[in-house]
């Protein structure tokens, strides 16, 4: 093709321009008052399916193993001694604290 | 040259045709409609897993939308499909290409795709007859980069290229079903909306653009940003759309408004943005930036309430399950980490 192409190139770049921007400011467009409002609607009413933000309970969290508790002692009522099996001792009794950390609940507004 | 003069002139007042028109609509802020919402408190997520296998920098992870799988990208020529749960590796595929940007999980589960400096976007079937991973098509068209791609099914995806255009591709005759052209920079990151109809791209030229996927056109573009937009992803309801930028910013654009309605900055952030990912109710707004660090957002009262920080290097990628349970993030140390 000759030189005559060139400038012609830029003027079928430009129409597209103008076509394009046409298009653009033709957008049928809602306030932002209306926008702004379903937005924090839509976040307010699925904070509760938000685990991120609610924070996940450790048994309902699959990326945390499940914890093994033992059953609690059942308070003795007979004045007899009767030996008593260390195994069934809740295990938050003798050990330090849990070695996992505890999850911080979150607030949400 | 009259006739390129009068173009530049309509194109000039267009222009201010759709600030002003923007402008009758801006009646209210996000701010005023958010003012008696209260700030969500301080959210502190732990790291749960760490998924150690890749050898380099990681540059791209996508979530499976069973929320359990994952696939990542490293420079190390791999694809890894985690299980997120038991941190194995369900599948390590070698690339033709170690340099690669961008990866993606189909919705179906079926295929990943990838794709960086060698222009291509190869898709690879999980689910071959023989129990082997391969390359199903190599789609090779674009004159630049891969940046990004997102699967619309097992049979169409949408990629956008260091060659400023988008195309979606008709993935089992392997070519181009449309060209998205329109952006005057690379386009560094796209979205795909959760109806599917439309897509959004953020570009090097500052801008972010709604196109229309079956009328082939784009319908918005946004500015605002001061630099390079690297990370776009549409916010829950489809009705908005987030940016993050090398200007350390992010911003909110509301799609039926046409505007923008907030910018998420703080002066202590003075590193550029590299990925990002709302949380499943839209309120929280994870960030991953240069400084090694992830930022969670108050999405409605435009405040920081988080820092992740545990990465040694840049987080390069970041996404939230599809059931919103966890937040993956990849970075330039070759981890990707769980947290929740």
Same mark, same amino acid.
């Given at each position: 093709m000759s030189n005559i192409s060139a400038p012609n190139s830029s003027l079928v770049l430009a129409l597209k321009a103008v076509k394009q921007l046409r298009l653009e400011a033709s957008v049928r467009r809602i306030k932002v008052s209306q926008a702004a409002a379903e937005l924090k609607t839509f976040c307010l009413q699925n904070a509760h399916k938000d685990p991120l933000l609610t924070g996940v309970p450790s048994s309902d969290n699959p990326f945390r193993p499940p914890q093994v508790m033992h059953p609690p002692l059942t308070p003795v009522k007979n004045k007899r001694l009767i030996s008593v099996d260390f195994c069934h001792v809740p295990r938050c009794l003798w050990?330090?604290?849990?070695?996992e950390q505890t999850h911080t609940k979150h607030k949400s507004g | 040259m009259g006739e390129m003069e009068e173009l530049r002139k309509e194109m000039e007042n267009l222009k201010d045709q759709i600030t002003a028109a923007r402008k009758t609509f801006q009646d209210s802020t996000l701010q005023e409609a958010a003012a008696g919402v209260t700030v969500v408190g301080r959210v502190q997520l732990k790291t749960r897993k760490t998924l150690r296998g890749h050898l380099a920098k990681i540059y791209a992870m996508h979530w499976g939308t069973d929320s359990t799988l994952c696939v990542s990208a490293s420079q190390d020529g791999k694809l890894i499909v985690w299980?997120?749960?038991?941190?194995? /590796?369900?599948n390590a595929i070698p690339l /033709?290409?170690?340099?690669?940007m961008t990866c993606a999980y189909a919705p179906s589960g079926n295929l990943v795709a990838c794709g960086g400096l060698d222009n291509m976007c190869s898709i690879y079937n999980l689910k071959g007859k023989d129990g082997n991973v391969k390359v199903m098509r190599e789609l090779a068209a674009h004159t630049g980069y891969l940046s990004c791609c997102r699967f619309l099914s097992d049979t169409e995806i949408i990629t956008s290229s260091g060659d400023c255009t988008c195309v979606l591709w008709d993935i089992e005759t392997g070519t181009q079903k449309t060209v998205f052209a329109g952006h005057q920079g690379d386009a560094m990151s796209l979205g795909v909306s959760p109806d599917f109809k439309f897509f959004i791209s953020g570009a090097c030229d500052f801008t972010a653009k709604l196109w229309d996927i079956r009328e082939a056109e784009c319908r918005q573009t946004f500015g605002g940003h001061e630099s390079d937009i690297n990370a776009i992803g549409f916010f829950p309801n489809g009705n908005a759309v987030i940016t993050g930028s090398d200007d350390a910013t992010c911003k909110l654009y509301d799609l039926r408004a046409d505007q923008e309605l907030l910018t998420y900055q703080d002066s202590s952030i003075m590193c550029g943005v590299t990925s990002l990912a709302p949380s499943k109710s839209g309120r929280l707004l994870l960030a991953g930036h240069d400084d090694f660090n992830v930022n969670i957002w108050d999405m409605l009262k435009a405040e920081r309430v988080g820092v992740l920080a545990g990465h040694d290097n840049r987080v390069s990628c970041i996404g939230v399950s599809t059931d919103g349970m966890a937040c993956c993030t990849g970075s330039w140390d070759s981890f990707l980490k769980i947290w929740n």
């Amino acid at each position: 093709m000759s030189n005559i192409s060139a400038p012609n190139s830029s003027l079928v770049l430009a129409l597209k321009a103008v076509k394009q921007l046409r298009l653009e400011a033709s957008v049928r467009r809602i306030k932002v008052s209306q926008a702004a409002a379903e937005l924090k609607t839509f976040c307010l009413q699925n904070a509760h399916k938000d685990p991120l933000l609610t924070g996940v309970p450790s048994s309902d969290n699959p990326f945390r193993p499940p914890q093994v508790m033992h059953p609690p002692l059942t308070p003795v009522k007979n004045k007899r001694l009767i030996s008593v099996d260390f195994c069934h001792v809740p295990r938050c009794l003798w050990r330090k604290g849990s070695q996992e950390q505890t999850h911080t609940k979150h607030k949400s507004g | 040259m009259g006739e390129m003069e009068e173009l530049r002139k309509e194109m000039e007042n267009l222009k201010d045709q759709i600030t002003a028109a923007r402008k009758t609509f801006q009646d209210s802020t996000l701010q005023e409609a958010a003012a008696g919402v209260t700030v969500v408190g301080r959210v502190q997520l732990k790291t749960r897993k760490t998924l150690r296998g890749h050898l380099a920098k990681i540059y791209a992870m996508h979530w499976g939308t069973d929320s359990t799988l994952c696939v990542s990208a490293s420079q190390d020529g791999k694809l890894i499909v985690w299980d997120t749960i038991t941190t194995n /590796k369900v599948n390590a595929i070698p690339l /033709k290409s170690s340099w690669v940007m961008t990866c993606a999980y189909a919705p179906s589960g079926n295929l990943v795709a990838c794709g960086g400096l060698d222009n291509m976007c190869s898709i690879y079937n999980l689910k071959g007859k023989d129990g082997n991973v391969k390359v199903m098509r190599e789609l090779a068209a674009h004159t630049g980069y891969l940046s990004c791609c997102r699967f619309l099914s097992d049979t169409e995806i949408i990629t956008s290229s260091g060659d400023c255009t988008c195309v979606l591709w008709d993935i089992e005759t392997g070519t181009q079903k449309t060209v998205f052209a329109g952006h005057q920079g690379d386009a560094m990151s796209l979205g795909v909306s959760p109806d599917f109809k439309f897509f959004i791209s953020g570009a090097c030229d500052f801008t972010a653009k709604l196109w229309d996927i079956r009328e082939a056109e784009c319908r918005q573009t946004f500015g605002g940003h001061e630099s390079d937009i690297n990370a776009i992803g549409f916010f829950p309801n489809g009705n908005a759309v987030i940016t993050g930028s090398d200007d350390a910013t992010c911003k909110l654009y509301d799609l039926r408004a046409d505007q923008e309605l907030l910018t998420y900055q703080d002066s202590s952030i003075m590193c550029g943005v590299t990925s990002l990912a709302p949380s499943k109710s839209g309120r929280l707004l994870l960030a991953g930036h240069d400084d090694f660090n992830v930022n969670i957002w108050d999405m409605l009262k435009a405040e920081r309430v988080g820092v992740l920080a545990g990465h040694d290097n840049r987080v390069s990628c970041i996404g939230v399950s599809t059931d919103g349970m966890a937040c993956c993030t990849g970075s330039w140390d070759s981890f990707l980490k769980i947290w929740n």
